[in-house]
């Protein structure tokens, strides 16, 4: 199966993410979703509003789900970072 990542755009965002203190990382992605054109799945920002079971992020076709918002993204980056490591060995191609 081909897999068609911008790798040199999902590299720079893996690189800015991971420079970026862990508490300002879900903002960090969630931009990224919103100026790349990706999906998410998060709660509402009004409590009691939309609260869904697993929380989701994908952006330059890489997609992680967690539990937690705290948890998501690093799951995002450890899927983005298997991502590139598979398209680096050529698994992907």
């Known amino acids: ?3 068609d990542y911008d790798t040199a ?5 893996v690189d800015e993410i991971t ?3 862990p508490d300002r990382r879900m903002e960090a992605l969630k931009r990224a979703v919103i100026e790349h054109g990706g999906r998410w799945d998060l709660p509402s920002d009004k409590p009691g509003v ?3 079971v697993l929380l989701s992020a994908q952006v330059f076709g890489v997609c992680a789900f967690a539990e937690t918002i705290d948890e998501l993204p690093v799951n995002w980056l450890r899927a983005a970072e298997n991502a590139l490591a598979w398209e680096n060995a050529g698994e992907c191609a």
Not at 9 to 13: I, K, N, Q, S, T
Request: proline residues 14%.
């Open 1 to 3: 199966m081909a897999y």
């Open 9 to 13: 755009a999902l590299r720079a965002l």
């Open 19 to 21: 420079a970026l203190p």
């Open 50 to 52: 939309y609260q869904p």
